[in-house]
């Protein structure tokens, strides 16, 4: 998950520019919220690292390839 609502972010409905606005004037408002949700943005973001994305997308195809998980699937091989 890249936005968890109310810590790193808000996610609003695609049409409620409403919402929308109103969660902008609460960033630009507060600045205490704003770093606090920059900060919690910067730690999510060190999870999406490749060799993480790389190791989960190799696990779901050695799941697929081997549901029973006794073989081993490694980059390049």
Same mark, same amino acid.
């Given at each position: 998950?890249?936005? #968890? ?7 609003? =409905? /695609?049409? +409620? ?11 630009? +408002?507060? =600045?205490? #919220? ?5 900060? #919690? +943005?910067?730690?999510? #973001? ?17 799941? /697929?390839?081997? =549901? +029973?998980?006794? $073989? $081993?699937?490694? =980059?390049? $091989?």
């Amino acid at each position: 998950m890249a936005v #968890a609502e109310g810590i790193n972010g808000f996610v609003v =409905p /695609v049409d +409620s520019e409403r919402e929308m606005a109103e969660r902008l004037c609460l960033i630009v +408002s507060d =600045p205490v #919220a704003r770093a606090q949700m920059g900060a #919690a +943005s910067l730690t999510l #973001a060190q999870r999406f690292t490749n060799a993480r994305m790389v190791g989960e997308t190799l696990a779901v195809y050695a799941a /697929v390839l081997d =549901p +029973s998980g006794r $073989k $081993k699937v490694e =980059p390049g $091989k």
